[in-house]
């Protein structure tokens, strides 16, 4: 299977025996979710999944979700506020001041924000409320446009507003000193707006005394992200189009062709990318998905997506391990049709300071498709030869060999990687004939098959992908 699978961690899922078995099932990378839980909670998953790689010779990766500036409503009368449409309510950025009918919302300079005719959204956009009028200090008056109910907590949208609200709140940093002390290998920055924010979570990662350093997902949600598209996937590592929020926030016949464009420009740019959200959500109270579903999931395959999210399903759903297994299902059928799934145009590299590197790995997967090779066998050091392998949606197997754990973790998120460890420092020759006798005694290759070989010359060189090889299974 391509395609790896994100599971999202929470009461469902976080026991041991309930990890393992999600991970014997298909599970590729564990969600960490920050917006829910304690450190202790997130500590005992990572150290469960860390046994069971080890145990298992596996490199599941873990992925740690920061929470960003999350806009919530106040605590509110457990029947919730009834609202008409056409009717008047106030929100206030005082906690202290609901008494009197008003409702609070958690964040301090929405009355200087936003603007009269601005659209406000609440509960996934279930409720619509615009604008009348601000005080600019504390309050604000809005007018219900469908009715609805508000009720305590629900999460508040502002698709109209420039928000002034900094992208890693106090919380995410806090967060985030945890994060590094656990040696995840990729942590999500929720509510990108521009490059920016990626570059201020990245020097603050860089700064850290950490011995290892996690990689940066965006995560796509706001449409000032989808605006500045390009130069966040630049200033990025990988991408997450998180279609709730942004599904909230924009037009919703607007998301499907957005999806399709980011993942086209990560695959150009040789970076994963990630679909999630309600992939299979009727599977967190049912045994089965909707037909609605299975199409959904299918087509973001179809698509080229490295990685699929579950979230609900896995964190509070009755089915993890089922539901795993029916999304694992799902990709194989659809993997299995190789004249749609392996029709993606290779990016021929034309510039850049890895130009030469790119070149090899272009090559490779073309003398791949020529010789109709069983696998291309990379080794790598820093992980960008496997990354922009897998952005070329080879037909053969990828089959990385790295002398560290980290970057096999690292790996496990990226379509098509099967990740191999091996630390023994022989030069090139030595080395290829190593592997080439573990894949042929592991079955990996048939006898006779052939496969193609990428390197770097010294072995274990980092950052240069530099020798290209035709082998043989089974031919020392």
């Not at 009368?77 to 202290?96: D, Y």
């Not at 299995?336 to 790995?361: M, Q």
């Not at 496990?412 to 091996?422: A, I, T």
Request: aromatic share 4%; glycine share 6%; with cysteine.
């Amino acid at each position: 299977m391509r395609t790896k699978i994100i599971a999202t961690i929470g009461p469902a899922s976080a026991s041991p025996e309930m990890l393992q078995r999600m991970a014997d099932a298909g599970m590729d990378v564990c969600r960490l979710n920050f917006s829910h839980g304690n450190y202790d909670q997130h500590r005992r998953v990572v150290e469960t999944i860390t046994e069971y790689n080890r145990q298992n010779d596996k490199h599941i990766a873990l992925l740690a979700d920061l929470q960003g500036p999350k806009i919530r409503l106040g605590d509110l009368p457990e029947e919730g506020v009834a609202l008409q449409a056409g009717e008047r309510i106030s929100f206030t950025t005082r906690e202290n001041n609901t008494e009197d009918g008003q409702v609070f919302i958690s964040y301090a300079t929405f009355a200087a924000d936003v603007k009269p005719g601005e659209t406000i959204l609440v509960d996934d956009g279930k409720i619509a409320l615009k604008v009348i009028s601000t005080n600019k200090h504390d309050q604000v008056v809005l007018e219900s446009v469908n009715g609805g109910v508000l009720r305590s907590r629900k999460g508040v949208n502002l698709p109209d507003t420039v928000i002034s609200l900094p992208s890693l709140t106090r919380k995410d940093i806090e967060d985030l000193d945890f994060i590094l002390s656990q040696g995840v290998q990729w942590v999500a920055l929720s509510f990108v707006r521009s490059a920016i924010d990626i570059h201020i979570l990245r020097s603050r990662i860089d700064a850290h005394p950490a011995e290892v350093k996690p990689r940066i997902v965006a995560k796509i949600e706001k449409p000032q992200a989808v605006r500045d598209i390009e130069a966040i996937v630049e200033a990025s590592d990988a991408v997450m189009i998180a279609r709730g929020d942004l599904g909230v926030e924009m037009p919703m016949q607007t998301v499907p062709m957005i999806q399709k464009n980011i993942i086209r420009l990560c695959q150009k740019a040789g970076k994963p990318v990630i679909v999630a959200t309600q992939m299979m959500e009727a599977m967190i109270e049912n045994i089965r998905p909707t037909r609605a579903e299975v199409n959904d999931v299918a087509n973001s395959v179809l698509d080229g997506a490295d990685a699929l999210m579950l979230s609900g399903e896995t964190s509070v759903g009755k089915y993890p391990v089922e539901t795993i297994r029916t999304m694992q299902s799902i990709i194989s059928q659809i993997e299995d049709y190789d004249a749609i799934y392996h029709s993606h145009t290779s990016n021929h590299p034309k510039t850049g300071d890895r130009f030469g590197s790119d070149a090899v790995l272009y090559n490779a997967v073309e003398m791949a498709r020529l010789t109709n090779a069983g696998a291309i066998v990379v080794v790598t050091h820093s992980g960008y030869s496997a990354m922009r392998l897998a952005s070329h949606r080879p037909k053969s197997k990828l089959l990385v060999f790295s002398n560290c754990h980290h970057i096999l973790q690292t790996l496990n998120m990226v379509w098509g990687v099967e990740g191999f460890f091996d630390g023994e420092p022989d030069n090139s020759d030595q080395l290829m004939q190593r592997i080439g006798r573990r894949l042929t005694e592991s079955e990996l290759l048939e006898q006779g098959q052939y496969y193609i070989q990428v390197l770097s010359t010294p072995s274990w060189k980092k950052g240069a992908s530099n020798t290209l090889r035709l082998g043989v299974a089974g031919e020392e």
